[in-house]
Nanobody
Framework: VQLQASGGGLVQAGGSLRLSCAASGRTFSSYAMGWFRQAPGKEREFVAAISWSGSSAYYADSVKGRFTISRDNAKNTVYLQINSLKPEDTAVYYC???????????????WGQGTQVTVSS
């Protein structure tokens, strides 16, 4: 499955963004989906993942309560709603697909194009 993330931008601290990830292919609904991010000078880290049905999700401790992952299988799209943005959320955000279990979500072997989120203080 090919993935294209979008929706990033420059926002002030405390603001919100909704990231989208559009997937190609007719088997999107069979994949667990996840979001990762990479801040400048840091390693890429897991952010959130959601099961193929959308009924279950889990988050990194650093984003719990502020980030919400969701999906629309009819639109082949997964979303990441980001609220109460902090400067430390500044990163390139990537989406990923997994044919296995959503938890723990495996680190992908390859990455698509991410979307830049920049939070100003």
């Amino acid at each position: 499955v090919q993935l294209q993330a979008s929706g990033g931008g420059l926002v002030q601290a405390g603001g919100s963004l909704r990231l989208s990830c559009a997937a190609s292919g007719r088997t999107f609904s069979s994949y667990a989906m996840g979001w990762f991010r990479q801040a400048p000078g840091k390693e890429r880290e897991f952010v959130a993942a959601i099961s193929w049905s959308g009924s279950s999700a889990y988050y990194a401790d650093s984003v719990k309560g502020r980030f919400t992952i969701s999906r629309d299988n009819a639109k082949n799209t997964v979303y990441l709603q980001i609220n109460s943005l902090k400067p430390e959320d500044t990163a390139v955000y990537y989406c990923a697909a997994s044919g296995g279990s959503y938890r723990p979500f495996p680190t992908p072997r390859s990455w698509g194009q991410g979307t830049q989120v920049t939070v100003s203080s």
